[in-house]
């Protein structure tokens, strides 16, 4: 309530020969007194694929990498308007690996399933070129464990 009174009284000191509606009408802002937007954030260095792969297999591999950690990483990554690489891929399954969370292993690969979305063709590539991890490691595909059907 007190936020309305304040807001009434500095309407009032701004317009006080009018009333509330019509005080934008009595008061209009010019074109060159309002404020413009600027791209603050559109210069500087870009990252490209490979350095942004490479933080990222980098983040992955830390060998003090804890679960919280693995699983902001994760959340971080499938945030991004992008389909991870396999490589990285395979640095978050390793540290799935290292401590020992299968179901977070898992998670992983329905979390990068879904972000396929339609297009059937990436997830196949992804699992293909994990296989190899996938059996070092003794990781099962949701689809091995059924789970896909749920």
Excluded at 51 to 73: H, I, Q
Aim: with cysteine.
């Amino acid at each position: 309530m007190e936020a309305l009174q304040y807001l009434v009284e500095v309407v009032f000191t701004i317009c006080p020969s009018v009333s509330l509606r019509r005080c934008s009408a009595a008061c209009p802002v010019s074109c060159a007194e309002a404020p413009l937007a600027s791209r603050c954030y559109s210069h500087g260095k870009v990252e490209t694929d490979e350095e942004f792969d490479s933080r990222w297999v980098t983040y992955f591999s830390k060998p003090d990498l804890d679960a919280w950690e693995l699983r902001k990483g994760m959340n971080t990554l499938i945030g991004y308007d992008l389909v991870p690489e396999p490589k990285i891929l395979d640095s978050a399954l390793r540290a799935c690996r290292r401590l020992n969370d299968l179901a977070s292993a898992i998670r992983i690969l329905e979390a990068v399933k879904d972000k396929a979305g339609p297009h059937k063709d990436i997830y196949p590539y992804l699992i293909q070129e994990l296989k190899p991890t996938l059996t070092e490691l003794g990781i099962s595909t949701p689809e091995e464990l059924g789970i896909d059907k749920l």
